[in-house]
């Protein structure tokens, strides 16, 4: 089956310093990817949706300079948090689509990366 | 807009006993309905989606859900629960035309299944 792998699964950082996590689509091309966040018990929040060779586009509310976004190949994504604050902690989710029809109404997700900000 | 409601934070089930977990949602024009759920310190797993056709959908690991149009809802079921199905258990819909095809989460209902 398709499998979604992310890098690192879990990351500590100081204030102020930069992390960046890859998402990696193993077994299938995948022309779009989505970058959630989930806080402690609550639901996913779509940050941006990352298109392969394009910008990506961010959801209401969301810093692009904060956030970025790189889809640079079919099987990878990066959402690098710059600047990181104690409040950017969260576990945070990427999702990829399959191109094609059969991409339409299919999202792989991978196991998520905690990231934690002192 | 879309939307999902979980209306429930926790089910609470004995081993062996049916499993229902709720779900409401709205959207524009014809949905697109799923289901997710996630372990401790993991992503999300696929159980089942509606996308047309029969009401009654089986998805994985003896999982069905049931849509209703009129009421709006999707809820998911298992007939005999099992401890390993304690986990968090999320709602998901998109309408047919949603752009970039983005799916909206329920807020996630946690469920514990006592042996």
């Known amino acids: 089956g398709a499998v979604v792998s992310q890098h690192p699964s879990w990351v500590i950082c100081k204030s102020g310093t930069s992390v960046k996590i890859e998402c990696r689509s193993l077994d299938f091309q995948a022309t779009t990817m989505f970058w959630y966040r989930q806080f402690p018990k609550q639901s996913l929040m779509l940050m941006a949706t990352s298109n392969e060779g394009s910008k990506a586009t961010y959801e209401q509310g969301v810093e692009k300079d904060k956030f970025l976004i790189n889809h640079a190949s079919l099987t990878l994504s990066t959402l690098t948090v710059t600047s990181a604050h104690p409040e950017d902690s969260s576990f945070y989710i990427c999702?990829?689509?399959?191109?094609?029809?059969?991409?339409?109404?299919?999202?792989?997700f991978g196991p998520g990366t905690r990231l934690t900000v002192l | 807009a879309q939307s999902v409601a979980q209306p429930e934070d926790q089910v609470n089930v004995a081993e062996g006993n049916p499993l229902t977990v709720k779900c409401t949602y709205s959207?524009?024009?014809?949905?697109?309905l799923f289901w997710y759920v996630q372990y401790p310190n993991r992503g999300l797993q696929f159980l089942l989606k509606y996308i047309t056709g029969d009401n009654l959908v089986k998805g994985s690991y003896g999982f069905e859900a049931e849509f209703n149009k009129s009421q709006t809802s999707f809820h998911l079921k298992k007939p005999s629960a099992l401890v390993s199905d304690s986990a968090l258990y999320f709602c998901?819909?998109?309408?047919?035309?949603?752009?970039?095809?983005?799916?909206?989460f329920g807020g996630g209902t946690r469920v514990l299944v006592k042996p």
């Open positions: 998901a819909v998109r309408a047919f035309k949603a752009a970039g095809n983005k799916l909206t």
């Open positions: 959207v524009s024009g014809n949905p697109y």
């Open positions: 999702s990829a689509r399959p191109p094609g029809l059969a991409g339409v109404d299919t999202q792989y």
